[in-house]
Nanobody
Framework: VQLVESGGGLVQPGGSLRLSCAASGFTFSGYAMGWFRQAPGKEREFVAGIRWRDPNTDYADSVKGRFTISRDNGKNTVYLQMNNLKPEDTAIYYC?????????????????WGQGTQVTVSS
């Protein structure tokens, strides 16, 4: 199983980024996918999740209305569109996968993780 994130970088407050997570080594369409983030000195926190059947999605309150998670089962890829970014969104963003349809908002519920991509929001 391999999850590879991309799309992170430095952006000014109010800007946008689109993260991608390319998955391989498992039947992507049978897995729920999620995004988590971890800032320095803080625990890893849930950002967004999507069941294997869109449009069932979940979001942390802190990102609702600004972030959108989506998936392309034909490309084995999940995306996180992040708009109106704030300095407090600065973190390493991780892609996660778990077998089945449920989305858990805790890191313990996910079986597979990517290496992460850094997102920095600063002027």
């Amino acid at each position: 199983v391999q999850l590879v994130e991309s799309g992170g970088g430095l952006v000014q407050p109010g800007g946008s980024l689109r993260l991608s997570c390319a998955a391989s080594g498992f039947t992507f369409s049978g897995y729920a996918m999620g995004w988590f983030r971890q800032a320095p000195g803080k625990e890893r926190e849930f950002v967004a999740g999507i069941r294997w059947r869109d449009p069932n999605t979940d979001y942390a309150d802190s990102v609702k209305g600004r972030f959108t998670i989506s998936r392309d089962n034909g490309k084995n890829t999940v995306y996180l569109q992040m708009n109106n970014l704030k300095p407090e969104d600065t973190a390493i963003y991780y892609c996660a996968a778990r077998a089945g349809s449920r989305v858990y908002n805790t890191a313990n519920g996910w079986g597979f993780w990517g290496q992460g991509t850094q997102v920095t929001v600063s002027s």
